[in-house]
């Protein structure tokens, strides 16, 4: 079952699920662009992944079933934190900016990332501690550098753009510890689907 040729299809499969978050933009273009996520996420990522297991149900049966119990629902687990982690990150574009909201969220689940399968012993320490500290130090400065980029880009944009016609989407308007929390709780359960492929 698992040819060359096999494996091309399901690599492909999942490319075009992975391609098809563009597909719902043409009905979104009202909303903010914090927001167009929503229709792409459950697009390329609940909609057409859905279909294809329906339409290959036969090829997939007898590798699901070969998945043990537990296993399939800390995958589940992890796959909705995941999303909680998505829901998070666009509540907090609008809460806290992008520039803010990406260097947070992004360092936090890089930093996660790498950190928590060798805490919970899925992977073994690294053999050159300073060398892997010093290329995750890189990792969370080069987030800071890119949203540092991001919020100048913001800034201009906002300056000459009119967005009293877009449509708002409701977000709840919080305290700055509220949205700091969701912040890091978002990259927190961002890190889960790095953590299930591990």
Request: aromatic fraction near 12%; include cysteine; charge should be positive.
């Amino acid at each position: 079952m698992h040819t060359m040729a096999f494996n091309l299809a399901m690599l492909a499969l999942a490319g075009v699920a992975g391609a098809s978050f563009a597909w719902p933009m043409k009905y979104f273009r009202d909303w903010r662009w914090e927001h167009v996520w929503i229709g792409q996420a459950l697009t390329s990522n609940l909609a057409f992944p859905l279909l294809t297991l329906a339409l290959m149900w036969p090829v997939f049966r007898g590798h699901i079933a070969e998945v043990p119990t537990g296993r399939f629902e800390v995958m589940v687990l992890l796959g909705m934190a995941w999303g909680l982690g998505g829901i998070g990150y666009g509540f907090c574009l609008v809460l806290l900016g992008l520039s803010f909201t990406y260097s947070v969220i992004f360092s936090v689940t890089t930093v996660v990332g790498a950190l928590l399968p060798m805490w919970v012993g899925l992977r073994a320490r690294p053999e050159h501690l300073t060398t892997f500290s010093l290329g995750l130090a890189l990792c969370v400065a080069g987030i800071i550098v890119i949203a540092g980029a991001a919020a100048r880009r913001e800034r201009e944009a906002s300056s000459q753009a009119n967005t009293s016609s877009r449509l708002a989407m409701p977000v709840p308007a919080l305290s700055y510890p509220s949205c700091l929390a969701i912040a890091l709780l978002a990259g927190l359960f961002s890190a889960a689907m790095g953590l299930a492929l591990v």
